[in-house]
């Protein structure tokens, strides 16, 4: 069983950056692929990026392309969301997602934990 914990979030102004954590329970999280993917308002949850088990390939939404920048570290166990440039349509609810695997890709049905959520908001 893993666990899923993303603190931070918050508000963060247009052209800003903000760096989002998902700490991860659980002896194994190396060999689990990992993603992001965010909810807006009435909105469907999206896919936002994704990294492998080894942190090798990563691959990204072209909403974000060039602006966000997923990573981990396996030894502590965290995974991370760095948003540069962020805009307002980038406002949402932002999920931490894991599967047991070398790498996932964009679908949410392919992962099979998620953590609770936290909210980016971003102002103009």
């Known amino acids: 069983q893993v666990q899923l914990v993303e603190p931070g979030g918050g508000l963060v102004q247009a052209g800003g950056p903000l760096r989002l954590s998902c700490a991860v329970s659980g002896r194994t999280f190396s060999t689990y692929a990992m993603g992001w993917f965010r909810q807006a308002p009435g909105k469907e949850r999206e896919f936002v990026a994704t990294i492998t088990w080894n942190g090798v390939r990563t691959r990204y939404a072209d909403s974000v392309k060039g602006r966000f920048t997923i990573s981990r570290d396996n030894a502590k166990p965290m995974v991370y969301l760095q948003m540069n440039s962020l805009k307002l349509e980038d406002t949402a609810v932002y999920y931490c997602?894991?599967?047991?695997?070398?790498?996932?890709?964009?679908?949410?049905?392919?992962?099979?934990?998620w953590g609770q959520g936290t909210q980016v908001t971003v102002s103009s």
């Open positions: 997602a894991a599967v047991r695997t070398i790498g996932a890709g964009e679908l949410r049905s392919s992962y099979d934990y």
